[in-house]
């Protein structure tokens, strides 16, 4: 961490930050520069420790941190390629994995319907939501545990792993006991006690962007997970809130090759949320296969018109069966497939 | 809701938006344009209605909202201004609360210390978080428990009401038990089941803004706490995400009029959270109160320096019995009282 | 256009919103909704009308617009796809057409030696600064006249059409005496005067969108250069200003698809302004292709590390000709080449 | 400035680093972190490099600016605070300034009537556009000459010195001839060829924030006015761009004491383009007042109803004569006058 002084710091002042280094194990070299001075902190964990300790301090004018504040997600603490196994299917190889189904969990007839096509047009893991978070309290919360049991019932039958929501800390273990693989949404990302439990339950985690957090935020909530021993955690690209007006999230292209910088966790992009309307989904979906995606988070609904949620971004069985077909051309462009 | 047609859309295809609406109980109106047909749906629930619904059917080129998706917040279902009562201090009135306090609950001397400091110069409320969400996993999580009887003690010491911050729903009922408010932070605005439970609990409820959540969402956010039949609501703006980097939060000051014009809410401003820096507290605290707040919660602690958490943040006592000696003049100059 | 009524407004306040938009030659068709009125303002031009117009009387709760406020640039206007000419190499059609070259011209040697490594890769226009935009005044700002010379000089011995940026009304007519085809930079993207003048140049412009523009807002900037008679219009996705903060500009990749549908122009992207970084220049260029777009703009320099602007962005040439390879099975998975 | 080198890297890499800083005049310090090794770059110049000087050699992982990028508009530079004269009107000192009048002039009419209401409420300074930018090409543009023709004879009949906006370079030395203070717009706030000619004409200038300006970039491009040797400019903030759509732009006014603490120049507010809408005004105005500016920007008209340009957003006369009455006593409040 560089702690730099205000331009006529006092000794006494320089001292004082040295003094906090050292109190907490750090080394300090100083710098003196023609109009302030710098000191420099030394020490491997200087990532986590709080700006705000040294900046608190009096003739401090800033700090800034040299190291990530994030640890077991950075490619510093581990180099290689992280993968991930959905009940068997690995997620961060060469093949790139598509989860694909209905928004919402709404009856036996619409989720074997859902899974039926998406397995056939190649998909390799069932999504669908039983636990759905809304803006507003009177719309439709999902059909809970009868939904699970759905999503499990539909998972023998077509032998498909599924992927599926966990909203409240309350669920955690009744969501995992159903799903090969939990899913945090977007506006839960930076709920610490949800992140805690979810990485308790050893099941994988595929953790969804805050809609205004960071890379960096990101990484460091994933943390919470991986601090749980549990290694099993995917990032989940799925469009950040900007000022743009004509989609309902700008999706973060150019956040996948900076998480391949400098993470090892594979991540998986949704194009569906980000877009929030079925006619903008093919061209996002194929830019993130083309920026490095290692899957895709897909809607697809028997029948968007009568969806109960979210219908307007769901793909049609056609339009899914047609967007897998020039995905697999794309996929081996960047020398991956589907 | 206002359902606008594409250009050459069919009369089967308007057909069709109007049988929907017809089905769902509203009535239509249509309008024919010159290059566009305009379908507007009547009823007095459309507010509540997802765009969605129709927006995904053929033909069908966009939908605008005309009633606001909130309900219970709004100052169309109740035109006359909220107060909220924490343990006697009323929160809407033509005083000005002021909440003043730690942090982070650290210790039974820096409560008292801090309780002392902030009642003396004036603050009616005193405030400190005994669970901390923090943004990594390796940093201070609060006292908990621990933290509760410390605030209980101290409320009785200085007969002060005390509002603290609850993150999991497993915490609600235990900090119902000793808090006089529930704080619902920034990053679980959207949590529904937390808001549920807290709106349970009958405590009143402080509700700060998602760091990028709109006007809009907030208020439906409160219609989750409303909807349980607990009218103790108020709001607390904190700052909003935005590009500006000399500042962790940009604080919406603009917020306030919105909110007064279309909600019977009372608004608190956290001026401490938007700054992240004590040098720019006090200029924002002048301007919320200038711009209409009816509270303001502001972090002071005995000795920043030392802060657990946040140190950057906090006031000194004696900076903040400065402020609150110049807020009282600008507080008359609005036609209120400290 | 869509004017909706306060709760409670009076019959004179509606009437008076019918006689304005009567007094504008509009019809207007009344909808009495349960809680308020809602007045259809219909006329062919209601897209160029201010809102402004219908908000400002009394009784009015908002308006919303239904008709776009661009025009000339609107798929509406001119339903099939537009292509533009740079001294003969066509934009907009199957071809994706590569623009490459250095940030800035530094010198007779810096061009020729980076036109023959982009030619030979397989650019087939050259792009480089005579007049550069810097954010501080102490900064190089570029070789002016000498440059413009310099590219024309380049232009002749490799026989590439060059694009180059305009920055002021004052230049306009020098820079299109040498340039095939105009650039006018985001921060310039709303400076109207410089659009008609351009416009007025009859030489092909390549219009960058503003750091903070949304889709709408560009799309009525481009209407100014058509105002003139000028159809040979091109957009530029450079990435737009976010919270995010581990890239320069977050490019918006969303943007190629919503263009694609409400407009007929052809959509560039410059994956090096919006990386600011070389590592992340060519996921975004990939992207780009995927998505949809119809050219590349990427700064390529012989020697980045010398490079007097922006040579952080700068691909080396190697860099350069492996993405060159990289790229041309992905066009190809897209029914495209390069 | 800091420059931190990847893990592992080598010596040649690192002394690539130590040449280049030395080539630019510039010392070093080396601080050898357990981790990584931090370059520190020593000189009083350091803030007008560009990072990517650094940033692009190989083995760097990045860098990091200590000295801030503008230089003439610091208080580093200047400690004292800059006062500006209007014809006389001191901006900048103990009295608050107003300025206010139409958004455009329109007629003589018009313009003698605003200047009589807003001259007997309390206003020192008249402002009217006779150039107007226009997001639409079809939109009315100002009345040109003869709006600053008017815009003088107001200015003798009611010896107000008059602010009015200079959208070209071209226009320059025409509005100059007129205008007592020129003002550049926020769409050209990096038009670096208008502000040195701005900066050139010596007139007062009040230069506006960028809609998605940094505060350190709008400060920068204020060092470009005053690179011209003309001291005489005033900053005025009037909202940024950011995700929420209740209003027009976010008036952030964080950016009042960050600018008070890193700036020497005076600020003024302008709540009437952030609002967008007259009810949002008022509030607005009295919170920048609280938080520090040195004057306010108002747009009145006689009859909002009926303005060409922005009507919505300006007060009636008697709305702006009760909003001076309010102003008086906050501002009082905080030690100032108006």
């Not at 077991?72 to 992280?82: A, G, M, N, V």
């Not at 690209?237 to 700008?250: A, L, M, N, P």
């Amino acid at each position: 961490m560089i702690v730099s002084m205000q331009k006529g710091a006092t000794p006494e002042e320089i001292d004082a930050v040295v003094q906090r280094a050292h109190s907490l194990g750090m080394d300090v070299q100083l710098n003196w520069g023609t109009d302030k001075t710098v000191v420099a902190i030394l020490g491997s964990n200087t990532g986590q420790l709080p700006t705000g300790t040294f900046a608190v301090l009096p003739g401090v004018e800033g700090t800034t941190r040299i190291m990530k504040p994030y640890k077991l997600s950075s490619r510093t603490f581990k180099p290689q390629d992280s993968t991930v196994s959905i009940a068997g299917v690995e997620v961060g190889g060469k093949r790139i994995v598509i989860m694909a189904g209905p928004c919402a969990v709404e009856s036996k007839e619409q989720l074997m319907e859902a899974a039926s096509i998406v397995k056939e047009a190649g998909a390799s893991v069932l999504r669908g939501g039983a636990f759905k978070p809304r803006t507003s309290p009177f719309s439709f919360q999902g059909l809970k545990k009868a939904g699970l049991e759905l999503l499990a019932e539909v998972r023998e039958r077509f032998n498909m792993p599924i992927v599926t929501e966990v909203l409240s800390t309350l669920d955690v273990s009744q969501v995992a006991k159903y799903a090969d693989a939990l899913q945090i949404g977007a506006r839960n990302m930076q709920n610490y006690a949800l992140l805690s439990r979810a990485g308790k339950s050893k099941r994988p985690v595929l953790l969804k962007r805050g809609l205004s957090a960071t890379v960096t935020e990101w990484l460091t909530a994933a943390d919470y997970l991986l601090a749980e021993n549990n290694d099993q955690v995917m990032l989940c690209e799925r469009g950040i809130r900007t000022f743009e007006d004509s989609i309902r999230f700008s999706l973060d292209i150019s956040s996948l090759p900076v998480i391949k910088r400098f993470s090892h966790l594979p991540v998986i992009v949704d194009p569906s949320h980000a877009a929030g309307h079925y006619a903008f989904v093919p061209a996002m979906a194929k830019a993130a296969i083309a920026a490095g995606a290692d899957g895709l988070l897909i809607e697809v609904h028997p029948n968007p018109k009568e969806a109960l949620v979210d219908g307007l971004q769901s793909l049609t069985p056609s339009d899914f069966t047609r967007l897998m077909q020039e995905l697999k051309p794309l996929a081996e462009a960047v020398g991956r497939y589907i």
